[in-house]
């Protein structure tokens, strides 16, 4: 009889561990899925800004044809951003995004016709709202790597 009952319980606990494994399994894989995903949401708000850059590019150089230097930083940082796989490379091509689009937007401010031009404000209005996005998406990503890693 004493065996029975150590048996019973060596199965009962044994059954309690198998359920306990495979629910934290399915949360972590759950969360891995919800850090893909993230990462996704990312890569397209990065690819539309980047998509947008060639229209802003053409736009500031109806009114500042000279500025080639910038124009030419705004394509390298765009090559980079879309060339970008990793995590840490488009971290590295964000921030080379980021210099570039202050130096067009600095362009941009000595030319008034530009800043009232209508297409240059729709580009900047939506460059404004891809950023926001871009800043949501990253919240996101970085709320589920933090579960992720805490688990």
């Known amino acids: 009889m004493d065996a029975l009952v150590i048996v019973g319980i060596v199965v009962v606990v044994a059954i309690a561990v198998g359920i ?3 629910a934290t ?3 972590l894989v759950t969360l891995n899925v919800r850090v893909d995903e993230a990462w996704s949401d990312i890569t397209v708000q990065l690819k539309r800004r ?3 850059i060639p229209n ?3 736009t500031v150089k109806g009114y500042a044809a000279h500025e080639s230097k910038v124009f030419e930083q705004v394509t390298k940082a765009r090559a ?3 060339g970008a796989g990793d995590p840490s490379s ?4 964000e921030n080379m995004m ?3 689009l202050k130096s067009i937007f600095a362009v941009a401010e000595a030319y ?3 800043q009232a031009s209508q297409n240059f404000l729709e580009l900047q209005s939506e460059l404004v709202d891809t950023e926001d996005k871009i800043q949501a998406s990253r919240r996101f990503y970085n709320g589920g790597v933090r579960e992720l890693n805490t688990k």
């Open 90 to 93: 488009a971290a590295a091509a």
């Open 112 to 114: 008034p016709q530009l």
């Open 25 to 27: 399994y399915n949360a």
């Open 98 to 100: 980021q210099s570039a």
């Open 50 to 52: 980047a998509d947008l």
């Open 80 to 82: 980079a951003a879309l």
């Open 56 to 58: 802003l590019i053409e």
């Open 20 to 22: 306990y494994l495979w």
